[in-house]
């Protein structure tokens, strides 16, 4: 910096003394002659001394005519000069070095004189260095101590002004580190410049709207537990990698484990229970809900009633399932109880019963006895049977609940043919005392995964309905299908037919239609709700379809193996 300054500073004298050597040039022309070399030294020495300036001319020959400041006589031949050179070549010539006549270092600036387009000489003009130097060394010493006036002014007004950016800037940062710590207590102070003031109250701001989605997300988040922790379902929510989401206390409860950190862990490690397990992965499978039952084995059996729904995320993406259980295993066990009370009470009803029916057999068989008494011992008979018919049905069917909910009715793949064939022979004499025309279709070959007994209960039940509730010669038809994944067994008549409204029930344990005319065919109201249950039995189902005075169709439907 100095030194480009100390150029700046050289350029500019160089030009300086080029123009004076011009103005003494102009002066001098016409007295450049070697005759009037006295009056030349006079006027250069006189000019050298206002202007503080060595003059010297130089001929063309590099002869020193005169000098302002030496004796011509003493000087040498000044033609090789580097200035003086330049001159002559018709150039502005400057120099700066040594001079042995004076002993310090000077700059030269030397200029062509013209008489008549013929160079005659030159006109060379020298200042000391250190008079330059000096000058600049002024020059520096002002620029250095403006400089120092302008840095000691402007310290404290740049000092206050930092300050004034700078402290709102920190209050802000403090402020920011607050808020990110959840602390929005703090409000920002709105000084400084207009910019600072606008910034700190858009924080402020910021600091409210925070402050209240945070605690409406809080108060929404504590609602959800409390939610959650009253729910007596349990609820488990697993992500798409089977790993929990959320478990609310019931589920932990059931499954005797803590709600803590079980947040991200797999499912499978933390309950560790078959049957749920396969139950997850069935749900994340699945596309739509799943309901399952579910026996979790541990020092006491549980039944759960497992219910799965997709969950879906905020584009609408699947991101797990959400599974609801219901305990069901104080149900379970009263109905084991209600379950052991019937088959019990069967069981000691049917031995009175038989006694009784033998007895009454017995002495209708009795020839001696009179007619008003061999008609109350048929009345005696008749209700006997009934009750007998009863018993049975009660029985059949606790066995039939039993084996549904123990899963203990053995399967095995069977033809049907030879189960309806065998539940015709059973109905015989039915069908030829109503004389029914029955018709069975099916192929030989059909099979399903059955317990053939079981199947034919049901099948006799739906049979004896069918004849019963049909007119005299009328005609019942047993069609077997293959469907796509069910196999149906339709048992269709001709006969009255059920009203509507009494659909939805008619599956229920002693509903009956029109309760005298079923009395009156002996029937018990189980028929059907046995149906059901040799139908759940065998994981299938029994719908109905009817018109009254029309008909009635009853369908079984069986899942269908896939090797069939
Ligand atoms: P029930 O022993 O009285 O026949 P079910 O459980 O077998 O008992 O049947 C329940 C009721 O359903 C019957 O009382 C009857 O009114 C009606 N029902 C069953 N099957 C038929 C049918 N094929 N046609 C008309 N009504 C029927």
Redesign the pocket.
Known sequence: MLAELRNLHYQQTSKDLLARTQLITEQLIGDIDEDQQLWLTNIITRLGDRSATRITVVLADGRVLADSDEDPRLMDNHGQRPEILVAFAGGEGVSTRFSTTLGQTLMYAALPIYQQDQLIGCVRTAMPLADIDKTFQSIYWKLSGGGLLIALLAAPISWYLSRRISRPLEQMTTGAQRFSQGDFAVTLEETGSEESCRLAAAMNQMAIKLSGLIERETGQRSEIEAILGCMLEGLVAVDNSERIIRMNSAASELFEVSTTLLAGRPIQEVIRQAELQRFVQRALEHKGSLEEELILHGPQQRYLHAQAAPLTGAGNERIGVLIVLHDLTRLRQLESVRRDFVANVSHELKTPITAIRGAVETLIDDDSAETAAKRFLGIIFKQNNRLNALVEDLLDLSRIEQGVIGGSWEMQTSELLPVLESARLACESLLTEQQIELKVFCAETVQARINPPLLEQAII?LLT??I??SDQGGRVVIEVAQLEEQISIRVQ?F????PEEHLSR?FERF????LAR?RN?G???????IVKHVAQAHRGEVRVVSVPDEG?TFTVLLPRQKDH
């Open positions: 039940n309905n069918a019963k509730y008549d006969g009255c037919g059920i008619l509903y009956r239609v029109d079923s065919q029937g018990t109201g189980l028929g059907l709700a009635s």
